[in-house]
């Protein structure tokens, strides 16, 4: 039995309700249409309706489209958007990378022009971090902003970012300067993205979400571009992807797969698996409320939330293991027409549950990499084991 961290509160526990009513019932064709496509199309009913409601952003200020709640309520609503398949990448770039970053360091006239209509999923972002050549380590990052005029002049390029056809606006990590170490220097830039000198490219892939490749040529940017201080960003993003790394998201798939995938009969063969997933996901739970809990708090969760997004990001690929090891049981022909799916597990008369399960198998190895690799996260947990440990000495 799941025990949070702390307890929900009525009002909290009602929400979830409210949303997870909205997701499942009102939404459910939109997100079935929108996972259905080969690339994912960004289900733009379903977050119209979440905007409406302030959902998309409930710890914002009411004047910036929020309700003025807490992380907690956030978390609520990234779990059973999770939970509900919705694709989230237009969430976690817009609301939990861009926004975060004008709410935590941009001047009173950004906030006021671009967060309300980001809360009402009018506006969308992509996140401009990684490059060909800096990806886990952006301290190396070649593209570069000089001053021009009272303005900048911005060039490079980015990869891996998803959604720029869908979106406006992107936050861009570039460098202004040099430092004492390399990740001093560094600036965020909110960039146009359908301007003369921006070129996008489609990058080719098995992620259902299309991932894009960006160039920036010259590309001339007012002064207000710039979000916070100049050449101080490496703290800034690092405060700001906490919250993407608490793993909320990431558990929320896992459990999704591994609920839809034990509807059907499984062999017996899969039974210590499963078994084993019953008993890892609610602690993938706990660990990633636990980060949550720290972060709402206000109390450093950089390690927390790491340990998390490695722990569960690893737990969505098991799932995957799992669904790939039986998959007879989902796409056999026998299995499939035995099924005969009713009308309410349909949509365009097709079944909805077997084709999200395999699209498990193409998400799965992207969440390991997504927002920090495996790799990195453990490293830093580490570092912040060996400065414990130091302390105590
Ligand atoms: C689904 C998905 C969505 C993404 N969305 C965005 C986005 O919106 N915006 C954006 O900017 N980027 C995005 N990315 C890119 C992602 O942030 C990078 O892929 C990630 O940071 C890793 O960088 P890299 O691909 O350059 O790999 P590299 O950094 O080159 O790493 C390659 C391998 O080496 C390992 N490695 C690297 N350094 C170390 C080290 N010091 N110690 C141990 N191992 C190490 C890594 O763990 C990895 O296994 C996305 C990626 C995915 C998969």
């Not at 025990?3 to 009602?14: A, G, H, K, V």
């Not at 980001?118 to 301290?139: C, H, K, T």
């Not at 549950?353 to 996260?377: N, Y």
Request: negative net charge.
């Amino acid at each position: 039995m799941f025990t949070p961290p702390f307890t929900f509160t009525p009002e909290q526990e009602r929400l979830r309700q409210d949303v997870r009513e909205l997701l499942r019932v009102r939404c459910r064709e939109d997100l079935v249409r929108a996972r259905r496509a080969r690339p994912w199309r960004h289900p733009d009913l379903t977050y119209r309706r979440l905007g409406e409601r302030g959902w998309l952003a409930p710890d914002w200020p009411a004047e910036y489209g929020g309700l003025g709640l807490s992380l907690v309520e956030s978390a609520i609503v990234a779990e059973e958007m999770a939970l509900a398949g919705v694709p989230d990448s237009a969430r976690v770039n817009t609301v939990d990378n861009a926004g975060s970053t004008l709410l935590v360091a941009g001047t009173d006239e950004q906030k006021a022009r671009f967060l309300p209509a980001m809360a009402a999923a009018e506006r969308l972002f992509v996140v401009l971090y990684s490059e060909p050549d800096a990806g886990s380590d952006l301290g190396g990052l070649a593209t570069h902003a000089e001053r021009e005029g009272d303005g900048w002049r911005l060039s490079g390029e980015k990869i891996w970012n998803v959604g720029a056809n869908k979106a406006e606006y992107g936050i861009c990590l570039a460098r202004t300067g040099e430092g004492k170490s390399k990740y001093a220097g560094l600036s965020i830039f909110l960039v146009p993205l359908h301007v003369d000198g921006v070129r996008i490219g489609e990058i080719p892939g098995f992620n259902p979400e299309a991932f894009d490749h960006i160039v920036f040529d010259d590309v001339r940017l007012p002064a207000d571009a710039l979000v916070g201080t100049e050449g101080e960003a490496w703290q800034l993003v690092n405060e700001v992807l906490a919250v993407e790394r608490t793993g909320v998201y990431f558990y929320g798939h896992a459990q999704r797969w591994f609920d839809l995938l034990t509807r059907f009969e499984l062999p017996a063969r899969a039974v210590s698996d499963v078994r084993g997933l019953q008993a890892d996901l609610p602690a993938a739970r706990l660990l990633t409320w636990h980060a949550v809990d720290l972060l709402s708090r206000g109390e450093d969760a950089a390690a927390a939330a790491a340990g998390a997004k490695w722990w569960t990001s690893e737990l969505t690929s098991r799932v995957a293991a799992l669904v790939w090891s039986v998959r007879e049981a989902f796409t056999g022909r026998e299995q499939v027409a035995a099924r005969r799916p009713a009308a309410a597990d349909r949509v365009d008369g097709l079944p909805t549950d077997d084709v999200e399960l395999t699209t498990a198998l193409s998400e799965a190895p992207g969440l390991t990499v997504a927002g920090g690799t495996s790799e990195m996260m453990l490293a830093t947990v580490s570092a912040a084991l060996f400065d414990e440990a130091r302390e105590v000495a």
